[in-house]
């Protein structure tokens, strides 16, 4: 059971006064009768909820996949930058948030949704959620490299800080290499500052997987989709 005012704004009518508003005009029925009341509980899955004529339905989470640009920040909201959540067209819901953090710099997959639990499930470094990246990085990268992210390595500057075990793929080795890095955490700039631990800088990183999910390609840069049913059944 929620409050009419927030089933309203949360599938994007308008803003909590907004709605209150039309809530006031008698704009809004529930199961047929107008109802001026916004506190008024009412149960997501059985009640008609119209708003002047129009049904409301309630879909309590949804969830995309952006391919994420460079210079966007993962951020619901920032003073300065332009953030994911720009990037979602006709977004009409106001409780989406990103899934973790790509740096502004970095491309690729990017889940946003306004389900808190799953994301909270996806974060932790407990559960062990691997995530791909393809990353062209200046340096020569070797099997020894591999060997020192596959037992952890120090990232830390002050004092230490070991990663986990991570798997490292060298698609071309040369003065500048590409990679696929498959990590299980999410510290802070984490795969720059791998390779930064191991002498080299990255150039360029793309996020290719989260968990269950791959980047779909056909999206282009700063596309969004929402996930398809088979994709959520593998996330849930
Ligand atoms: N690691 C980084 O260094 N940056 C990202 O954006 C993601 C992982």
């Not at 089933?7 to 005009?25: F, H, N, P, S």
């Not at 909201?77 to 989406?96: A, F, P, Y």
């Not at 591999?146 to 040369?174: H, K, N």
């Not at 150039?203 to 999206?219: A, I, V």
Request: proline share 3%; aromatic share 6%.
């Amino acid at each position: 059971m929620i409050r009419l005012d927030k089933y309203l704004a949360d599938m994007g009518v308008g803003t909590r006064t907004e709605v209150k508003r039309l809530i006031r005009q008698g704009m809004v029925t529930v199961d047929g009768a107008a109802e001026k009341s916004a506190d008024r509980k009412i149960d997501e899955c059985k009640t008609h909820v119209r708003v002047g004529g129009k049904e409301i339905s309630y879909a309590e989470f949804e969830y995309y996949m952006l391919n994420k640009p460079a210079g966007v920040v993962s951020a619901t909201e920032d003073g300065r930058d332009r953030t994911v959540l720009d990037l979602l067209e006709g977004r009409k819901r106001r409780d989406l948030f990103p899934v973790g953090r790509l740096d502004k710099d970095t491309e690729g997959l990017l889940l946003i949704t306004n389900d808190g639990g799953l994301a909270h499930r996806l974060l932790s470094p407990k559960k062990h959620v691997d995530k791909t990246y393809y990353a062209k990085v200046h340096g020569h990268v070797t099997e020894e490299t591999a060997r020192q992210f596959a037992s952890g390595i120090d990232i830390g500057e002050r004092q230490e800080e070991w990663t986990m075990p991570a798997r490292l793929q060298i698609v071309e080795a040369g003065e500048i290499s590409e990679v696929r890095l498959t990590i299980q955490e999410g510290k802070y700039h984490q795969v720059k500052r791998m390779f930064q631990a191991a002498g080299m800088e990255v150039l360029y990183l793309r996020r290719e997987s989260f968990g269950p999910l791959t980047l779909d390609e056909t999206l282009p840069l700063g596309g969004f989709r929402k996930l398809t049913k088979e994709e959520l059944e593998f996330l849930l």
